[in-house]
C-alpha cells in the first residue's frame, strides 16, 4: 500500500513562486505515473501536470502550461510541483496521485493524500 503526503504549501501573493512536494511511502513509486491534480472551494477536482514513471513525459492543464514544472526524483519517492508566476485562481488545495502510465493518469489515479492548501492573494 502506497502513502502519498503532499507539502510546500502556503499563502502567496500573485506572482510568487511555491514548489510542492509529494512523498510516497510504503512501496516505491518509481514504475508508476505521477500527477497532481487541485480543488478550489465549490469546485471539481482538476488534473493539474502529469509525469511519466521515467520522466520522459510530461503533460500539463493548459491553466498552468508555460508556469509550473513536474518533475520526479525517484531515488527519493519523491515527485515536485514547481509553481511560478503564482495567480489567484490557482488558490486550490493540491493532491497527488498515481497511476499505471501517464496516458490514464486523468481517468485512473489512485492513492490520494492528504492535499496541501495553496492560497494565491492579488
Known amino acids: 500500500q502506497v502513502q502519498l503526503v503532499e507539502s510546500g504549501g502556503g499563502l502567496v501573493q500573485a506572482g510568487d513562486s511555491l514548489r510542492l512536494s509529494c512523498v510516497a511511502s510504503?512501496?516505491?513509486?518509481?514504475?508508476?505515473?505521477m500527477g497532481w491534480f487541485r480543488q478550489a472551494p465549490g469546485k471539481e477536482r482538476e488534473f493539474v501536470a502529469a509525469?511519466?514513471?521515467?520522466?520522459?513525459?510530461?503533460r500539463y492543464a493548459d491553466s498552468v502550461k508555460g508556469r509550473f514544472t513536474i518533475s520526479r526524483d525517484n531515488a527519493k519517492n519523491t515527485v515536485y510541483l514547481q509553481m511560478n508566476s503564482l495567480k489567484p485562481e490557482d488558490t486550490a488545495v493540491y493532491y497527488c496521485?498515481?497511476?499505471?502510465?501517464?496516458?490514464?493518469?486523468?481517468?485512473?489515479?489512485?492513492?490520494w493524500g492528504q492535499g496541501t492548501q495553496v492560497t494565491v492573494s492579488s
Open positions: 510504503g512501496r516505491t513509486v518509481s514504475s508508476y505515473a
Open positions: 496521485a498515481k497511476s499505471p502510465t501517464i496516458a490514464v493518469v486523468t481517468i485512473a489515479p489512485s492513492g
Open positions: 509525469i511519466s514513471w521515467s520522466s520522459g513525459s510530461t
